[in-house]
């Protein structure tokens, strides 16, 4: 029986080349929909946010702030953290998306484990958020957790 070393394995990038790649593919996506349409489809805003949160080895938390006709205004990496959780700071969001003038925004984290599927502490984060942005009228469209694959809240109802 033959067994194989992982680190024995060549691939063509090295890890920091690979996030530039991701990065770029990322920044095209976000100047098509600039130019050409808004994030209102749930498959081009997973697509978008794999990409931009796919391939970090430690929780971040990330939004995309929006325009009335949800266009993408600025993405920004707002929260770092461990293997398997973020603090996020409601407050910290809020004042974000009034300097942006954001009309909706939506939530991403990444789930290093590859398994996109909330917990129950991505849901009370993801409510407290509603909750305190809607203080201000700023709609909250989805909260997408990247994995191996995405889960969107707004698909499963829960926003």
Known sequence: MRTTNQSNHHYPFKTSELNELLEQAAEALALK?????????????????????????REVFAVMFLDSQHRLISFEEMFFGTIDAASVYPREVLKMALSHNAAAVI???????GVPEPSQA????????VE???????????????GESCVSFAEKGWI
């Open 107 to 113: 939530f991403a984290h990444n789930h290093p484990s």
């Open 33 to 57: 929909y600039k130019r050409e349409g808004t994030f209102t489809d749930a498959a081009n805003v997973k697509e978008y946010l794999a990409l931009k949160l796919g391939a970090y080895e």
């Open 122 to 129: 991505d849901k009370r984060i993801t409510e407290r958020l």
């Open 132 to 146: 305190a942005l809607k203080l201000v009228d700023i709609r909250v469209l989805d909260h997408i957790v990247v």
